[in-house]
Every structure is written in structure tokens, then in C-alpha cells.
């Protein structure tokens, strides 16, 4: 220990003199009211932007951070204000027309392209802002920032059009200031800063400078738009409703069955300015029929699966709720907690009829915005039905089981904007559950502190989890947690010391997601850039971690973790990179399955490469190999991935992911005959995935797509043993009498076409196959399993759904 506080202290010492920084000179562009009116066309002949002040001068991001911006390749960028929105004009200036990357990919999408756009900071705290980009094709995305980074899948609806030049292309939006959030002083300096990528050269560049060796938010090194004056928020008061309709079809063949089923849904999502910093959320009867279809894979671990979050009003102005990672959405509307339970209550003669493996969401809110001061507030609230089984008897349905009862979802969050771009924040999630069914809370408090020169960081949470119920009516079971962190963020030497700590009564399970408690980890991250382009390079950034783990009760040793990782961008635009991991004999006190018991799972070492070509050009791949060795047992495996994307032309695009995975006689838990009976196996495992994407865009504002996925994964088990106490095994000669192989097929479509008819406004029209297939014959080679998946019986669904933006501002306008 007192090694490493020596080594520390002398990281400490000597990054300190390398952080000494110049005062960074601010840029700013003054805020220049118009009267005039101007169409939003993307020509910039409208007589109002002669004048508006120019902000030009752009410096390169990357990769070669201050280099001045080419003559031929300058950007011109214009902002004028008036009582009701922002128009932004720009002039993105290129030496030929060929030079600029053109891909219809729809909203919300970056894809390829060169764009240009504007964020801003409205409340000048350096750590919040709203970006509003549009490319050279005039497709429109935003992004909210904060602390957590950036947030893609915020929406505000603002207008925007562009067009071709023949030295370039130019671009006109405008920003209706209910599209953004700022405070009701008489007048304001916010903070600005606008960006431009020209994909081809691989360049990015910046109004206001912002250097990559400095560590914290990049909002730090904005510039300013300065008297701001006279503007008020406006009623911001939006409705969405949506009407849908299903068409579902399976084969059942059941003789009372419908094989085809139809729906009409009908709803409304609700966006309500409370005043001019917060904003209310609720989406009324929601429907998430849509939503892409999640990844399926089979799960041969002690712990869940974690599955993506697609379903829009959960991944939408989420970044407060995202708080502490105490907030995991997809427990809303997921599976029912007594789901399991249902076989346990059948008597003679009785049989499970309908049971659905989730719950329905009856409504959902959000509030959330900040303060002139830079306080953030966040609430959250969401109702879930009470869910229930049927029981019958001879088909018949006789009684009920309730699977979940009738749930409340509670996040509640405050953030403190402090200087420095620092924040301090308290979190707290509740779920109330109606009946006898236990309740939850987790309470958490979390720092982020920098120094005035955003080189040195402190960080840390504590939390304290609360299960009201659980163990027995009226008792409540408390646990903690914490992790702390210390490091330097700035310049080319990084490193960020940690530590990681859960007793093992805590537990945010219900509202989180959350695998094992009971851990005292502790690390050391290391990390060495090389920003500056040389002749082969643009950049190259090596890091190394290590880590050690124990359980908190008792302090038993569970594993050490040695890994290094580079990667750099070559000259041609190539990405490329190595990693290496070594990894001791390790206590896996979860793969058995049973508590007291413990797994030695045998040390290994591996290694890796990847690349990936310029996607800028119309074919591009990624390749990556990864081999891990085992130290007993002759075990091994290799995972490749390799995904080939090709552009036809600025409307179509076609990819292909595969994904391999091959383990040779991979070790793990095969089954159990007692707790002390626990059986391992040694087993071929091959996972093969593919993933097919076409993408065809009509217009900017109206596009196709197609996703196919086909998932298989076959385990053939070889030989098995016997868990021993001490960890270690015995081999069991003339194996096991329970087949305990796998042959697990998932295949999805989704296809979508949707058209933006209206501003704010969508017709999406879905198609969406499913087959899932299990067996235990592991004989069949990768063709004739796939085929033999096709022929399976399959859930089709088509879907149409209207979704119609109105404006209370615009409906007041007409009457």
C-alpha cells in the first residue's frame, strides 16, 4: 500500500507540472435582432442575413487539433434572433461538389455525412447544452448534453433545409424557442459553439477551439453569444396523439384459437412547458408495438440479460434519470415478478393457459429541466397493470393467479451545477407495489468535482438500497454501497484510481439493473495519448487497467484483471488497434448457482485485433479477433466479428454484420441433481449471428428499411464433473442421465417505412416476422439449421400507426 501511494504521489508531482495551461482567449459573436422575415429554404437570399455577423475562422478538432481551416474549404456561419425563434445560415464551402459526403440515412441519423451544427449552452453553466445539426442533404438530428455525455435520442422539433452549391452547400434552420430551454432574465450571454465535419478529408472543426487533452465536458471551451435581450419562453404545449392498427397472425391450429388477431390502439404523448426551465412528459395509453425487436441470444450465465432500450419516451430526455445507474428502464413493462410461480400453484388436473411474460404499461410521466442557478430536477413516474395468469381446466378457464400486482415507478432527481464544470447530484428510486408484495427504495448521492484547469477529478457515489417486505411483513432489509475515484483528465497522461464497494444486503434490482452485490473492488486505469499527427498517424491512445476483487463478507479473493489496450487512426483514415488480458485463477462464487459454493475457474490469457477502414468511402468493414487460452482443460475460444457495408448511392445502403463465436471445450455449469450435487461439463459451444441491413431513403423526409437477424447458438456437452467444496472438480466417467444440450434458434424482421408528412408528424408502417426454435440435437450443421428455422412456425405482425405533431402555439395562431 505504501508503494502505491509513493507511485502516486510521484503521478501526482510531475502531471502537475505538465498541466500548467495558457488562459484560453474566448471568442464571441454578438446577438443581432431582425424584423425581417426569412424562409427557411437553404439558398440565403433572404435580405435579413446581410446583417447578421459572421462567425468564421473555424479551428480543426480533429485529428489535428489547431490547425486554421482552408480557404477553399472555409465555413461561414450567420445567427440572427427575433421574438419568436433562432435562424442559423451557413455557407460550407468546399473546393468541388464531389467533395462532399451526400447519404439520405433519415432523422435522428448521422450515418456518413458531412454536417454542420450549432449547440448551445443557455445557461452558461458549461455543463448543460442543446445541438441542433443538419447535413448537406438537409436531414435534421439533435442531442441534449450534460455531464453523462451526449444524449442522441432528445427531440425538439425545429425546421431546417439545405442545398448543393457548386463550391459547397449551404444550410438555413430555425429554432423556435420552444424547441429550447433557457432562462427569463432581460439579457443573456449563452454559451455557443458550432461544429463541422467534411468526412472525406476525416476533418472536424470548431468555431471555438476545443482541444481534446483537456479533460471534462467540451462545453468548457465554448465561446459566447452574447446580449441576448428581451426574449421570453414561450407556452410550450405540444400533443402527439397516434392511432394504430395490428394485424397479427401465428399458426396455432388450435380448434377455439384464432390464428389471426387485429387491433385498434389510440393515444396521445403530451410535452407541457411547466415555465421556462421545466418540462412534463406523459405519454397517455403508450404503444410500443414498433419498437425494433430485441436481440434474443441464449444465456448460458448466473446473471440477466440486458437488453437495449428502444421504446422512445424511455430513451428521450433520460440523461438526469440515468443518474448513479440506478435506472433501468426496461423494468417497466418487463416481466412479471412472480412469473415463475404459476406451475407451483396448479392443483390435479389443472393447466396454465395464458400467461404473459410482461407487464402493461398504463401511463408515464417525466418532469425534468434546470434552474437559471443549475439545478436540475428530475421526476419520473410510471403505473404498470397488475398482471395475471389463467388457470384452466380442460380449457376452461376456472381462476386467476396475479403474476405482479398493480406497480408505481418513482425516480426523483436533484443536480447542482457548481464551477468548473463540476456537479453534485441525489437520486432516489421507489417502487410501491399494491398488496402483500415487498417495496423498494435506493437513495444515492454522487460528486463530480474538477479543478479550475479541468485536469484534476475527484468522483464518488454512496447509496443505500431499502427492501421493504422482503424478508418478512413489516421488516426492512438495508444495504450500501459506494464507489469513489480520483484521477487526472487532461493532457496526454490520463489515469483515474477507483474503488468499488456493495455489502451484501444491497440491492437496487427492482428499478436497476443489477447482477451481484457483496464486492470489494479496487483499480487503477492508466492512459497515454499521442494527439499530434505524425507521418503514419493521426493519433494513437495506449491505456492499461488493473484490477483486484474480493467479496466484502468475508474478504475473499474472487479475481485480478491485467489488461492492456492501443488503438490509433492511421493517415488513410483506418482505425486499428490490439488488446491484451491475462486473467490469474479466479473464486466464481456465482456459476454454481447455490450460495456457499465456489467454482475455481482456471486462469487464462488473451489477446485481440481489430481494425476499421474509412467509412467515408462507399465500402467499408470492421474486422476484430479475440482468443482467449484457459490453463487447464484445453480450453480455448475465439471470437470474430465482421461487418461489410457498402453505399450504391446517396439512397441505398446495404451491411452485413456476422458474429462467431467458437469455444472449445468451454468449462461451466451444466445442471444440478441437489445443492450438493452441483454438475459442470466441458462442451463445444458455436454462436453464429448474422444481421442484414438495406436502407433506402425516397427523400430527406420519407425512407425504407430492412433488418433481418438470425441468431443461433448449439452447445454439445463432452464430459462432466462433479463440483467438489473446495472449488475444483472431479470428472463423473459414463456422464450424466439428463441431456443437457442446446440448439437455440432466434430470427426476426423488422421492416419500417415511414414518411414525415408534417413537421412533427410520422405515418410509420411495420412489418415484423418472429421464430424462435429449440431443440436438443446438436448434429445439424449452421445451412440445414437455419433452414429447418425458416420452416417453423412464425409470428407475423403488420402494423400502421399515424402519429400527428400539434402546436398550441400554431392551433392559437389559426383560430
Do not use: C
Not at 447578421?52 to 486554421?68: H, Q, Y
Not at 493532457?491 to 444491497?506: I, P
Not at 467454482?599 to 462507399?618: C, H, I, L, M
Amino acid at each position: 500500500m505504501r508503494t502505491l501511494l509513493t507511485i502516486l504521489s510521484l503521478l501526482i508531482y510531475t502531471t502537475t507540472l505538465l498541466a500548467q495551461q495558457a488562459e484560453k482567449v474566448v471568442k464571441k459573436i454578438p446577438a443581432v435582432r431582425t424584423t425581417q422575415k426569412i424562409v427557411i429554404d437553404g439558398n440565403l437570399k433572404d435580405s435579413a442575413w446581410l446583417q447578421a455577423p459572421v462567425a468564421t475562422d473555424f479551428i480543426e478538432w480533429r485529428p489535428t487539433f489547431g490547425n486554421k481551416e482552408d480557404d477553399k474549404n472555409r465555413t461561414e456561419i450567420r445567427i440572427l434572433y427575433d421574438n419568436n425563434a433562432i435562424y442559423i445560415a451557413g455557407y460550407a464551402h468546399e473546393a468541388s461538389p464531389d467533395s462532399i459526403t451526400k447519404e439520405l440515412v433519415g432523422r435522428d441519423v448521422v450515418g456518413v455525412n458531412d454536417f454542420v451544427g450549432v449547440i448551445f449552452d443557455t445557461y452558461h453553466d458549461k455543463i448543460n447544452g442543446f445541438g441542433y445539426y443538419v447535413t448537406a442533404l438537409g436531414e435534421q438530428f439533435d442531442a441534449k448534453y450534460s455531464s453523462n455525455g451526449e444524449d442522441g435520442s432528445w427531440n425538439s422539433v425545429f425546421e431546417s433545409n439545405a442545398q448543393i452549391q457548386s463550391d459547397g452547400w449551404t444550410f438555413e434552420m430555425k429554432i423556435p424557442y420552444g424547441a429550447i430551454r433557457f432562462g427569463n432574465t432581460k439579457i443573456q450571454d449563452w454559451g455557443i459553439n458550432i461544429t463541422r465535419r467534411r468526412s472525406k478529408s476525416g476533418k472536424q472543426m470548431m468555431w471555438s477551439p476545443t482541444d481534446p487533452a483537456i479533460g471534462g465536458n467540451f462545453l468548457a471551451q465554448f465561446g459566447l453569444w452574447t446580449g441576448v435581450q428581451d426574449i421570453k419562453p414561450p407556452v410550450r404545449l405540444s400533443f402527439s396523439p397516434y392511432l394504430s392498427t395490428y394485424a397479427n397472425h401465428f399458426p396455432y391450429n388450435q380448434a377455439g384459437v384464432k390464428n389471426t388477431t387485429t387491433s385498434i390502439n389510440g393515444g396521445m404523448d403530451v410535452k407541457y412547458g411547466i415555465n421556462q426551465a421545466f418540462t412534463l412528459d406523459m405519454t397517455l395509453v403508450p404503444d410500443f408495438g414498433q419498437v425494433q425487436s430485441d436481440n434474443q441470444v441464449l444465456n448460458l450465465t448466473p446473471f440477466e440479460v440486458q437488453f437495449n432500450e428502444n421504446r422512445t419516451f424511455f430513451t428521450e430526455g433520460t440523461e438526469l434519470f440515468g443518474k448513479g445507474n440506478l435506472f433501468y428502464s426496461r423494468r417497466i413493462g418487463g416481466t412479471p415478478i412472480h412469473l415463475g410461480k404459476v406451475q407451483g400453484q396448479l392443483q390435479p388436473g389443472e393447466t396454465v393457459g395464458q400467461n404473459p411474460v410482461e407487464t402493461r404499461l398504463l401511463n408515464a410521466s417525466k418532469i425534468s429541466g434546470r434552474t437559471s442557478k443549475g439545478l436540475g430536477i428530475g421526476f419520473f413516474n410510471a403505473v404498470t397493470k397488475a398482471q395475471h395468469a389463467s388457470i384452466e381446466v380442460g380449457g376452461e378457464e376456472t381462476r386467476k393467479f396475479e403474476t405482479n400486482p398493480l406497480t408505481n415507478y418513482n425516480i426523483l432527481v436533484f443536480d447542482q451545477s457548481l464551477k468548473n464544470n463540476s456537479s453534485v447530484s441525489l437520486i432516489n428510486t421507489n417502487v410501491t407495489r399494491s398488496g402483500t408484495d415487498y417495496d423498494a427504495n435506493v437513495t444515492a448521492a454522487l460528486w463530480d468535482i474538477y479543478d479550475k484547469k479541468n485536469t484534476w477529478n475527484v468522483n464518488g457515489q454512496v447509496g443505500v438500497s431499502q427492501l421493504i417486505g422482503y424478508e418478512a411483513p413489516g421488516k426492512t432489509l438495508m444495504g450500501y454501497s459506494h464507489n469513489l475515484g480520483f484521477g487526472k483528465t487532461s493532457g496526454r497522461f490520463n489515469f483515474n484510481l477507483w474503488q468499488e464497494l456493495a455489502d451484501n444486503k444491497y440491492n437496487h434490482n427492482d428499478m436497476g439493473y443489477f447482477t451481484n452485490n457483496n464486492y470489494f473492488n479496487n483499480g487503477l486505469w492508466v492512459a497515454y495519448r499521442w494527439l499530434k499527427p505524425k507521418k503514419w498517424y493521426n493519433r494513437i491512445q495506449a491505456n492499461m487497467n488493473i484490477s483486484y476483487s474480493m467479496r466484502y463478507k468475508p474478504m475473499d479473493y474472487q479475481r485480478f484483471n491485467f489488461n492492456i489496450n492501443a488503438n490509433t487512426q492511421l493517415k488513410n483514415l483506418w482505425w486499428a488497434g490490439f488488446n491484451v488480458n491475462i486473467n490469474p485463477e479466479q473464486n466464481d462464487f456465482f456459476e454454481p448457482r447455490v450460495n456457499g459454493k465456489v467454482f475455481k475457474r482456471p486462469g487464462s490469457w488473451a489477446t485481440g485485433v481489430w481494425f476499421e477502414t474509412n467509412n467515408a468511402k462507399k465500402y467499408s468493414a470492421v474486422f476484430e479477433l479475440f482468443n482467449r487460452t484457459f490453463n487447464q482443460y484445453g480450453s480455448n475460444g475465439q471470437d470474430i466479428f465482421i461487418r461489410h457495408n457498402y453505399r450504391f448511392n446517396k439512397k441505398l445502403t446495404l451491411s452485413v454484420n456476422s458474429f462467431l463465436q467458437f469455444f472449445h471445450n468451454n468449462l461451466g455449469y451444466a445442471t444440478m441433481y441437489s445443492p450438493d450435487s452441483i454438475i459442470f461439463a466441458l462442451r463445444k459451444r458455436n454462436t453464429v449471428e448474422n444481421v442484414f441491413n438495406v436502407k433506402y431513403n425516397f427523400t430527406n423526409k420519407m425512407g425504407l428499411t430492412f433488418r433481418a437477424r438470425h441468431y443461433w447458438s448449439k452447445v454439445a456437452n463432452k464430459e462432466f464433473y462433479k463440483l467438489r467444496d473446495d472449488g475444483y472438480l472431479n470428472h463423473i466417467a459414463g456422464g450424466i442421465n439428463r441431456n443437457v444440450d442446446f440448439n437455440v434458434n432466434y430470427f426476426n424482421i423488422d421492416m419500417v417505412y415511414t414518411w414525415q408528412f408534417a413537421l412533427g408528424s410520422f405515418i410509420n408502417v411495420v412489418w415484423k416476422d418472429a421464430i424462435s426454435t429449440f431443440n436438443q440435437d446438436t448434429r445439424t450443421t449452421y445451412f440445414k439449421n437455419f433452414g429447418n428455422t425458416l420452416s417453423s412456425d412464425q409470428q407475423n405482425s403488420i402494423s400502421i400507426r399515424i402519429i400527428y405533431f400539434l402546436d398550441y402555439l400554431n392551433l392559437k395562431k389559426k383560430s
